[in-house]
Structure formats: C-alpha cells, structure tokens
C-alpha cells in the first residue's frame, strides 16, 4: 500500500485499486488474508452522482424485539442497503424502508448482533 498525491494505491495480484483520498470522510480499514486483501470503509464518500454513507450503525436497540431503525441522515429509499452480521440482506424480504430514515426489519436482531448500513442521501 502506498500514499501520494491525496492518494491510497493497493496493489494486489491480479488487480490494482486506488481510492482517492479526498472523496472520504471515515476510516479505511486494511486487512491482508491469504487469498485476498479485504477493504472496509466506514464514513462518508463523495462522488459525481451523489454522497452516500458506507458502513454507518443505525439508532435502535439490538435486544431480540426491537426491529425499527433509524439512520443519522435522510436516504434515497432505492439506494439502501442492510448488512445483518455482515450478510446484505434483502430489502422487500427481510426489510422494508419507510420515509427517508427508518428501516423495518422483519426480524428482530437478539443481543451480539449487528446491523450496519450503506445508503445515498436523500
């Protein structure tokens, strides 16, 4: 991994990825594995169709009975995407959103799990 020019280059075989620095607001997180490099982001990013946030943890209660949740900012209802213990689960069958900020699970999550988030804003 290498940094310049408001760049982070990482180079893996067989493909090369670039981020550009200036387009994130978070954390990027590295971690090699014997078979690939896994990259996770969590904060904002800005690109020419929009700012979407990545990996945000919504406001509610993960107890086994609460199934609401709300995120920090307005979405595009389209743009959402729900993570369950790191599994993007489905929106229409374990999910549903309601206006621009809350989400529905049709689950509830039971202590130890988490719920993480990735949408466009609205």
Known sequence: MSVSNDNVSINTYPQ???LNIND???EISVFTRPQNVVIEFNGALTTG????IIGE???????GSNA??????????????????????IN?????TTGTNTILL????V??????VNYKLG
Do not use: C, E, K
């Open 106 to 109: 049709n689950v509830s999550p």
């Open 24 to 26: 994130l607001t978070g």
């Open 49 to 52: 169709s929009g700012s979407f």
């Open 16 to 18: 090369a990825v670039t």
């Open 111 to 116: 202590n130890g799990d988490y719920l993480r």
């Open 68 to 89: 609401t949740f709300t995120t920090a900012q307005g979405f595009d209802p389209a743009s959402v995407s729900v993570f369950l213990n790191g599994v993007n689960i």
């Open 92 to 96: 229409g069958v374990d999910y549903i």
């Open 57 to 63: 943890t919504p406001a509610g209660t993960i107890n």
